[in-house]
């Protein structure tokens, strides 16, 4: 069984910064790709940021003020969240593609999800 736990969440003044920490566990020897994903009330679950062996990409709307980090040996991903914006507000899911495991491949994995509130 692998599991993605994200912490980090909160709330957060517009223009502060977050910082959001996905860490997986189980008998994992590799993942192929990690990231992050978002979903406001009401709204899509969209793509916020991903890493993998092929590069990084970021949503349009987070791109130059977030940056996405990963430790593989640790199996654990980051979210360095700059220049938050009331409309960043939304529960923050990691996701990971391809973990490969004692048991096999798990080839969609998620998180429970964070919330991060950007308000004044």
């Known amino acids: 069984q692998v599991q993605l736990v994200e912490s980090g969440g909160g709330l957060m003044q517009p223009g502060g910064s977050l910082r959001l920490s996905c860490a997986a566990s189980g008998s994992i020897f590799g993942i192929y790709a990690m990231g992050w994903y978002r979903q406001a009330p009401g709204k899509q679950r969209e793509l916020v940021a991903i890493t993998s062996g092929g590069g990084t990409n970021y949503g349009d709307s987070v791109k130059g003020r977030f940056s996405i980090s990963r430790d593989n040996a640790k199996n654990t991903v980051n979210l360095q969240m700059n220049s938050l914006k009331p409309e960043d507000t939304a529960v923050y899911y990691c996701?990971?593609?391809?973990?490969?495991?004692?048991?096999?491949?798990?080839?969609?994995?998620w998180g429970q999800g964070t919330l991060v509130t950007v308000s004044s």
């Open positions: 996701h990971a593609d391809s973990v490969f495991t004692r048991g096999g491949k798990y080839r969609d994995v």
